[in-house]
RNA sequence: GUGUCCAUAGUUCAGUCGGUCAGAACGCCAGGUUGUGGCCCUGGAGGUCGAGGGUUCGAGUCCCUCUGGACACCCCA
């Protein structure tokens, strides 16, 4: 039997590597531009954590973290989600007396042991953004318009936004009762699921895939209906920034978050090339979390978007461009040649070119073809000849054309090369 | 956790009613140029046909179990 990565993990191998490099750069000069500051928080936290945040009764919470005791008898948790470490580290260090508006970004791997799929790993990567210190629907705008622009940078063809507000402590209750209510009445109409989650989560009947279910509810009432005249003048005020932004947006009344610390606005972003696992970034406001965290209290917005949905998305488009090549490569033919090569391509590298050279003792045509796989730039022949002359050869790989000159002159023009 | 489908060389796949079916392409290595790449030609290495049982004179090819994978439900990024 061979060791194989556990299920729902995968290894990103260096055919791939290069691109999520490429992605991340990109990712991070957006979050800069908007002005977010990267966080980096632990893997794992204390259980409690995520349970109080997330909700003890999601599922989350309830069947899909990776829980276990340290050794001390601890109970921890590789993290599900960032937002949840963020707003800890927020709260642990006081950022928001240093700050009256603290704007974080974040990049890396979560943990979820669900059943894997298209679209679902059980380690997968997260990118994402907190703006927490201000209840403004400005900001609420900024964060969606941050993760639109990240993807336009990307070039993600027909991003689509979808927008809710879930409402307050306020309004959500008493809707919460007419929901039911309504639901109760149609009971017998539901799927057998969900008629089980009329006791467990109410609102996920709303987005329901089940044809049966979308049809029994088509009259249910909705919370945008219902929210208070607070939610209900800020989530008018963030779809007039987002008009006015130029966005297009959808409204959808049974968008819901599976997070219990979402208020207000909801939002997801969603990408019709991928498989049911659609939706490339999800957010929302949290205004109550960081109270509920220890905090004082203080709103907040955030949003989380998965990599791995992201690469699958820019793999269905463009061709996508090639992995940088070596700059040049050393070819040698013997002992005294290699010992050469061995000492300048150090120094070279020390000069920021990127050298590869023969390992295996391969023949020069081996090498040439290796050079040649490794799309080098240029290829420095040297041997017995050379050495004695104090000259070698380089070879132009992309003409053709080579000449054999000085080393200093060669190392001028390879170095020159490389820093263009 | 539930369901459906799948499992043959490094990779992508052929293998017809169970009887030379262990193959192709690409990749890899070498030679064609005894110091030179990409194209082309030639040759080579590489598989206990996921694992374990069973049926049969005979099983990649049929049956069972297990493992792994994909997708969907669920859930969500």
């Not at 603290?102 to 799929?117: H, S, T």
Request: proline fraction near 4%.
């Amino acid at each position: 039997m061979t060791y194989r990565s556990i299920k729902g993990t995968r290894d990103i191998l260096p055919s791939e590597s290069w691109k999520w490099q490429r992605v991340e750069e990109r990712i991070r000069k957006v979050m800069e531009r908007f002005n977010y500051k990267e966080i980096r928080t632990p893997l794992f936290e204390q259980t409690s954590l995520f349970s109080r945040s997330i909700g003890e009764l999601t599922d989350l919470v309830s069947k899909e973290m990776y829980t276990f005791e340290d050794r001390s008898g601890e109970s921890i948790t590789l993290r599900p989600e960032m937002t949840a470490s963020v707003v800890r580290a927020y709260i642990q260090h006081n950022l928001g007396k240093q700050l009256p508006l603290v704007k974080l970004y974040y990049l890396g791997p979560a943990f979820r042991q669900e059943r894997p799929q298209a679209g679902r790993l059980r380690q997968f990567h997260q990118f994402g953004a907190e703006a927490i210190g201000s209840a403004n629907p400005d900001l609420d705008a900024e964060m969606i318009s941050l993760s639109l622009a990240i993807y336009e940078e990307l070039g993600v063809k027909e991003p689509l936004l979808k927008i809710n507000s879930v409402g307050c402590q306020n309004c959500r209750p008493a809707y919460m009762k007419v929901l039911i209510k309504a639901l109760e009445k149609i009971r017998h109409e539901l799927s057998p699921e969900s008629q089980h989650r009329l006791g467990v989560n109410p609102l996920r009947i709303l987005d329901s895939k089940l044809e049966q279910d979308q049809r029994a509810t088509s009259g249910v009432p909705l919370m945008r209906d219902h929210l208070c005249p607070d939610c209900a003048a800020h989530y008018k005020s963030v779809k007039e920034r987002l008009s006015a932004l130029g966005y297009k947006f959808e409204e959808d009344g049974r968008l819901v978050r599976g997070l219990d610390y979402y208020t207000k606005t909801a939002f997801e972003v969603i990408s019709r090339q991928l498989g049911a696992q659609d939706a490339l970034a999800g957010g929302g406001r949290y205004d109550l979390l960081v109270k509920e965290l220890g905090g004082e209290a203080t709103p907040g917005i955030g949003f989380a978007a998965g990599m791995e949905r992201l690469m699958m998305v820019l793999g269905k488009n463009s061709p996508s461009d090639q992995e940088e090549g070596t700059t040049i490569f050393i070819a040698t033919v013997d002992r005294k040649s290699q010992d050469w090569a061995m000492k300048h391509a150090l120094e070279l590298r020390r000069q920021g070119v990127s050298v590869e050279l023969d390992y295996l003792g391969r023949s020069l045509k081996a090498q040439m073809r290796e050079a040649d796989r490794q799309r080098a730039r240029y290829v420095l022949i040297i041997g017995e000849n050379e050495l004695e002359a104090r000259r070698a050869t380089l070879k132009d790989m992309k003409s053709g054309a080579q000449e054999t000159t000085t080393f200093e002159e060669i190392f001028k023009r390879v170095v020159s090369s490389s820093k263009a």
